[in-house]
């Protein structure tokens, strides 16, 4: 039988000779290319950005916690809540809230995609990850936004009196 | 001199585990590991079972874990292993063994067909050749060595966890094309490797250039296709 006739100009139709998936079956399933997105993409370049940012914000947080000033001996709660009093330390503590625990939180998505072998095993780790990351982030945005340094009516602090 | 070569053998018609077997054969330092399986095969256990064909590093059969490292039998010799100490040789991992040395290459090859590694023109063919520039031609002269052993998907702890992943041959593969001038492809292949099981699983240990039998930088390929997504220019 002859073959059919070429197509010129109609490359989406070139599909790639695939052999029966027998053998990916031994494996877990054949390939699901349902819902191609950019989603792996953009979690690899979120990676690389957000490492970059995170050493600097780290380095950062640690030079002025423990260097400046006094160092880590000034280091108490009048020393956090004379932080949060300025913007700038509030944009620049959340910035790293964020940050880390989605790059963590990332990080911890890809080793359990390389580790976990079954589907239901992959499936609880990946919720209990996302449900402590949700709780970390919104309690810390939370703490950064509404922290109150005379919360105790009994407070002795400067800022308080 | 003699040697002690120590095989991984795996029988599927007895029921059992794979199980270690020690041989000893007389051979010279320039001998090759394959003619020490060949050794053991002609004259002390003709159960053995490997596969090898060109016998000379082109053909790509004979990929196996020897000392702990992805090589080609016909390509490693023995002076090269400390043959003072016992030889061990085993089949590539994460495939299925199908039988002492042989394994099911079928996954592997699925994973190439899939990134379609043929060339994809458009409109009528030309009545020349089709020309290309000697620098453009370099640009995937590296991905054109490839003979589709398996030392590196075989070697990559990715593909070993999971066998989805495209694997660092069927990238290469890919690449050949995608960095190919004459290629109209390019935008299909990098949507395919564009995949949850494409690139990004990559995790850049370097495994795959340093098994590759032909001296690919791998990882440096992999890493072009995935700039190549990123800025959508090749």
Redesign the interface.
Known sequence: MPSPPHHPGRMSEIAAPRSSSRSRNLKGGGRNRSGQTNFELYSWLFMRLSGLALVVLVLGHLFVNLMLGGGITALDFAFVAGKWANPLWQVWDLLMLWLAMLHGTNGLRTIINDYAEKDQTRFWLKALLITASIVVVVLGTLVIFTFDPCLDPSSTLSVCK | MDAHVKILRYNPEVVGEAEWKTYTVSLEPTDRVLDALHKIKWEQDGTLTFRRSCAHGVCGSDAMRINGRNRLACKTLIKDLNPEKEITVEPIKGL?VLKDLVV?M??F??AY????PFL?T???EPTRERIQSQADRDRFDDTTKCILCAACTTSC??FW????YFGPQAIVGAHRFIFDSRD??TE?RL??L?????V??C?TTFNCTEACPRGIEVTKAIQEV?RA??FRRV
């Open positions: 299925p099911d079928e996954p090859f699925d067909r899939s990134v379609m994809v458009t409109g009528h702890p990715v966890s999971d066998g989805q109209e492809g299909q949507e395919i564009n995949d949850k099981e494409g990004w699983r995790r995935k997504l990123i």
